[in-house]
């Protein structure tokens, strides 16, 4: 049963610290999203990477996040520094571009970050 | 602009009874993609079914069903014979289909639906 695994499940951090999140895509998918979800903003897309190049990460402050895919089977998101604003649960998807689309993304568990 | 709108924050229905989830979007692309996602309180997100803007037929899987409504604007989801189970929060989302640049979904703001024994 292939699933989209994120690590850690949970975080609690103190404000001005780094933190990573990691991403495994279903093998064999080429596109990978990073959303991040807050009670206030909903689900919003920071990033996403198609066939490990970034296309669009329109959504993510550059000044403290930066998004990553060292390789085929690791999407990595880092904030650097943390801030409270940040606390939100973290959702990596990963798809399969079919022609000219992705027909469904397969979302992980999520990462829940707390700031404090 | 809002493009994806879900107007009802909670629904509260009976066991057994159909529940219709409203959504309503706004794009001017002749191509797109229209999604409902299942959020239970575990946190994940479950997809459940897909209409694309040119499937003449309205998409059905199992007990789910999309009203797509091209003219309206409209994508609401149908699940018939509610269980306990589906009680969740539940997310409209949109994709438009672009040559080039981002395939992102956009999500509504989700409906809490609460199935009553």
């Known amino acids: 049963d292939a699933r989209v695994t994120q690590t850690p499940r949970h975080k609690v951090t103190e404000m001005g610290q780094e933190v990573t999140m990691r991403c495994q895509p279903i093998l064999g998918h080429n596109t990978v999203f990073w959303y991040r979800q807050t009670m206030m903003q909903g689900l919003e897309l920071l990033a996403y990477f198609r066939n490990r190049a970034p296309l669009d990460d329109s959504g993510m402050p550059k000044d403290r996040f930066s998004a990553e895919m060292p390789d085929a089977t690791l999407a990595t998101l880092k904030i650097q520094p943390s801030e409270p604003r940040d606390s939100a649960v973290y959702f990596c998807a990963s798809g399969s571009l079919a022609v000219l689309w992705v027909d469904e993304q397969f979302f992980g568990p999520g990462t829940r970050l707390t700031v404090l | 602009a809002q493009k994806i709108t879900q107007t009802q924050p909670g629904m509260f229905v009976q066991e057994k009874e159909a529940v219709t989830l409203d959504c309503t979007y706004d794009t001017s692309d002749q191509s797109y993609g229209l999604f409902w996602y299942k959020q239970p309180s575990s946190g994940e997100m479950i997809f459940l079914i897909y209409q694309g803007s040119y499937d003449e037929q309205n998409a059905t899987e199992g007990r789910y069903s999309l009203n797509f409504q091209k003219a309206r604007k409209s994508a609401n989801l149908v699940i018939s014979a509610s269980q306990l189970g589906d009680s969740a929060m539940y997310f409209c989302?949109?994709?438009?289909?672009?040559?080039?640049?981002?395939?992102?979904?956009?999500f509504g703001q989700g409906t809490r639906l609460t199935i009553n024994p």
């Open positions: 989302a949109m994709r438009e289909d672009k040559i080039q640049g981002a395939q992102k979904l956009v």
